[in-house]
């Protein structure tokens, strides 16, 4: 029965992903409206990006710094919602950690939150603290992209292959919510470093949203219709026909 739900609840979402998808879009194009095609912050933050993708192709990965990452990511969400953590193990071949509770969010969180890049932001916000201005922001931004690129590179390559904390909810409700909260994590990048505003996200995330769920109904309704008249008349014929 939950799964079933879960199933739902997932395809229910999916045009939300859409809805997300182009209200970062639009975003990106009000950047571009602006007159700056690409500001200095956002060339920095894209040349960590793809610098690791550089690396990630050309060098030997780091899988077990990835596999560091996942576990602690497991074991820091699991403590925020009061779980103990113990027998935590890394590897080349994988890691393991035993939490006294899980939920949602314990189990997908290495696939959304990206330890190493939040783990950057803070040390930016420590330094703000004792020095202001922060020398070499730009800098700051570099390691952004650099450490989202090991985490996107990373989470697409482990959802390739079966994963139990995918199989735990659902491939389909997993992949959504994973998506829908990476898309979450890119808005805030692109709005903290360049000149769109929430408010433009925000705006462009409610029309997207009632177009494409107004959309949905509409061919819904329409298969419906054609269901009903073309489909279910001839088929309710059949059955009284065999009935009789």
Same mark, same amino acid.
């Given at each position: 029965?939950?799964?079933?739900?879960?199933?739902?609840?997932?395809?229910? &979402?999916?045009?939300?992903?859409?809805?997300?998808?182009?209200?970062?879009?639009?975003?990106?194009?009000?950047?571009?409206?602006?007159? &700056?095609?690409?500001?200095?912050?956002?060339?920095? &933050?894209?040349?960590?990006?793809?610098? =690791?993708?550089?690396? =990630?192709?050309?060098?030997?990965?780091?899988?077990?710094?990835?596999?560091?990452?996942?576990?602690?990511?497991?074991?820091?969400?699991?403590?925020?919602?009061?779980?103990?953590?113990?027998?935590?193990?890394?590897?080349?071949?994988?890691?393991?950690?035993?939490?006294?509770?899980?939920?949602?969010?314990?189990?997908?969180?290495?696939?959304?939150?990206?330890?190493?890049?939040?783990?950057?932001?803070?040390?930016?916000?420590?330094?703000?603290?004792f020095i202001d201005p922060v020398p070499l922001p730009l800098v700051w931004l570099f390691f952004v992209g650099?450490? =989202?690129?090991?985490?996107?590179?990373?989470?697409?390559?482990?959802?390739?292959?079966?994963?139990?904390?995918?199989?735990?909810?659902?491939?389909?409700?997993?992949?959504?919510?994973?998506?829908?909260?990476?898309?979450?994590?890119?808005?805030?990048?692109?709005?903290?470093?360049?000149?769109?505003?929430?408010?433009?996200?925000?705006?462009?995330?409610?029309?997207?949203?009632?177009?494409?769920?107004?959309?949905?109904?509409?061919?819904?309704?329409?298969?419906?219709?054609?269901?009903?008249?073309?489909?279910?008349?001839? &088929?309710?014929?059949?059955?009284?026909?065999?009935?009789?």
């Amino acid at each position: 029965m939950f799964r079933l739900l879960r199933f739902l609840t997932g395809a229910a &979402l999916l045009p939300l992903c859409v809805s997300v998808s182009l209200a970062l879009l639009d975003t990106l194009r009000s950047i571009q409206a602006s007159g &700056l095609f690409l500001s200095p912050e956002t060339i920095w &933050l894209l040349t960590g990006y793809f610098l =690791w993708l550089g690396m =990630w192709f050309f060098l030997p990965q780091p899988v077990r710094v990835y596999v560091v990452a996942h576990e602690l990511t497991h074991a820091l969400i699991g403590m925020l919602f009061g779980a103990r953590a113990k027998n935590m193990r890394f590897s080349v071949k994988g890691g393991s950690v035993s939490l006294s509770k899980s939920n949602l969010l314990i189990t997908l969180a290495p696939y959304f939150f990206p330890l190493y890049t939040v783990i950057v932001i803070l040390l930016h916000l420590l330094t703000r603290a004792f020095i202001d201005p922060v020398p070499l922001p730009l800098v700051w931004l570099f390691f952004v992209g650099l450490t =989202w690129g090991f985490h996107v590179t990373f989470t697409v390559q482990s959802l390739m292959i079966t994963q139990p904390d995918i199989q735990t909810y659902g491939r389909l409700f997993s992949y959504v919510i994973i998506y829908l909260f990476n898309l979450a994590g890119v808005g805030l990048w692109i709005v903290c470093t360049t000149s769109a505003t929430f408010s433009t996200f925000a705006a462009a995330l409610g029309t997207h949203t009632a177009a494409v769920y107004a959309s949905v109904q509409d061919e819904l309704h329409a298969r419906f219709i054609f269901f009903s008249h073309t489909v279910l008349p001839p &088929l309710i014929k059949l059955l009284h026909h065999h009935g009789t």
